[in-house]
């Protein structure tokens, strides 16, 4: 209980609806990778986790240049390989995802016969501060029903004050959402807030439940070790 409520007192402090549910990680590394399996799972019908990738479409990935290496990291063992992480120009002063870019190499991979999976987009990226045009980019993956993961590890945290809410203003359309208290709001390392908008999609790509964990949704109580 007391989980539940320091995450839920993050999520209104950096103005994220009530649609989202959270879940404590070790890291915003072991978050991305969840995405990124969560959108290899979804693309695939959920049969990657059961038959492999052998046979499957080969999938795409779309993010900018300057996102964090835990995205490659993730691609790698999620299985999707360096080669199918699509990077998409930056544009601006805040050297964010060209939106417009990203909509186009969408089509053109789908009509290679690629099967595009997800975006992963920065606010805050580590290198250079990079803040990617998050309503412009929901827009685009709600159009192409794509999975979109917002990496906001490092200057999520800067939410909590409303004049930058701006730097992420779309937030809303995201599916999952991460950013690290313990790099701007003084709690103990490691806290990694973990938000997802459908739980079940996570809880699909991660649980397993041997009869000594059938516990979820058991009187009450969600099993954590379903969510990481």
């Not at 609806?17 to 990124?36: C, K, M």
Request: hydrophobic letters at 45%; proline letters at 5%; a negative charge.
């Amino acid at each position: 209980e007391m989980e539940t409520r320091m995450m839920d007192w993050l999520r209104q402090a950096i103005a994220l609806p009530e649609g989202f549910h959270s879940v404590i990680q070790d890291s915003a590394s072991t978050a991305t990778l969840a995405a990124v399996l969560t959108m290899r799972e979804r693309a695939l019908g959920w049969a990657g986790n059961r038959e492999g990738l052998t046979g499957q479409p080969r999938l795409r990935v779309y993010a900018s240049t300057e996102v964090h290496t835990s995205v490659d990291r993730a691609i790698w063992i999620a299985g999707i390989g360096q080669e199918n992480l699509v990077r998409i120009p930056i544009k601006g002063p805040l050297r964010g995802m060209d939106p417009d870019a990203l909509a186009a190499r969408i089509a053109a991979d789908r009509a290679e016969g690629y099967l595009p999976a997800g975006i992963i987009a920065c606010t805050g990226g580590t290198g250079m501060g990079a803040c990617d045009p998050i309503a412009d980019v929901a827009r685009v993956a709600e159009a192409e029903g794509l999975y979109l993961h917002v990496d906001a590890a490092w200057a999520g945290a800067a939410m909590i004050c409303p004049e930058f809410r701006d730097l992420w203003e779309g937030i809303e359309g995201a599916d999952s959402i991460v950013f690290n208290p313990h790099k701007w709001l003084g709690t103990p390392f490691d806290l990694s807030a973990h938000f997802v908008k459908r739980p079940g999609d996570l809880t699909r790509t991660l649980a397993i439940q041997p009869e000594y964990l059938k516990t979820h949704g058991h009187d009450g109580i969600i099993n954590y070790s379903e969510w990481s």
